[in-house]
T-cell receptor, first 112, second 111 residues
């Protein structure tokens, strides 16, 4: 079984809709991250969390929010989706101080 | 200036040859360095990490780090068609709280 899982794997939605992407990990890691990947722009950090009471903005947090419901669960919300949020979204977790991150399978989100 | 730079490629290498992938970074305080492999449409997979100057070998893969030159490289020996993928370089920043990723180098192994 995968150590980091994401749901849904694919989602098509319309402009203005609220969307939640979910991430769970069974690695016992404290650190969790949300990234988006766009062609030519690489992976960009949206939010990260070191425990349930610690939430930090990444480089592109505008238009997104997160919730760390438990050590193992970290969800990403788009309150009002817009077309330029169409991208591949990855969740990752890390357990060591050197920050070796392990990625989930990704969610392909399309906003029409 | 980008914090982590990679040649986007594509880099074409004959099967059985050595593939050499390069990455430079701008933050002199960086302490951790990672190479991820990403197949098209899939998630990044960690294949190597290095923290100290010098070489680190794992099977057919060797990571090389030169902090003075702010340079990290990945060598793949005896390249196989299954090595064809995009390779992402990532560098730990801000006390390793975050990773900054390069945009990746696309590698193609020619049979």
């Amino acid at each position: 079984d995968a150590d980091v899982t994401q749901t849904p794997r694919n989602r098509i939605t319309k402009t203005g809709k609220r969307i939640m992407l979910e991430c769970s990990q069974t690695k016992g890691h404290d650190r969790m991250y949300w990234y988006r990947q766009d062609p030519g722009l690489g992976l960009r950090l949206i939010y990260y969390s070191f425990d349930v009471k610690d939430i930090n903005k990444g480089e592109i947090s505008d238009g997104y929010s997160v919730s760390r419901q438990a050590q193992a669960k970290f969800s990403l919300s788009l309150e009002s989706a817009i077309p330029n949020q169409t991208a591949l979204y990855f969740c990752a977790s890390a357990g060591s101080s050197y920050n070796e991150q392990f990625f989930g399978p990704g969610t392909r989100l399309t906003v029409l | 200036q980008k914090e982590v730079e990679q040649n986007s490629g594509p880099l074409s290498v004959p099967e059985g040859a050595i593939a050499s992938l390069n990455c430079t970074y701008s933050d002199r305080g960086s302490q951790s360095f990672f190479w991820y492999r990403q197949y098209s449409g899939k998630s990044p997979e960690l294949i190597m990490f290095i923290y100290s100057n010098g070489d680190k070998e794992d099977g057919r893969f060797t990571a090389q780090l030169n902090k003075a030159s702010q340079y990290v490289s990945l060598l793949i020996r005896d390249s196989q068609p299954s090595d064809s993928a995009t390779y992402l370089c990532a560098v730990g920043v801000e006390g390793n709280e975050k990773l900054t990723f390069g945009t990746g180098t696309r590698l193609t192994i020619i049979p």
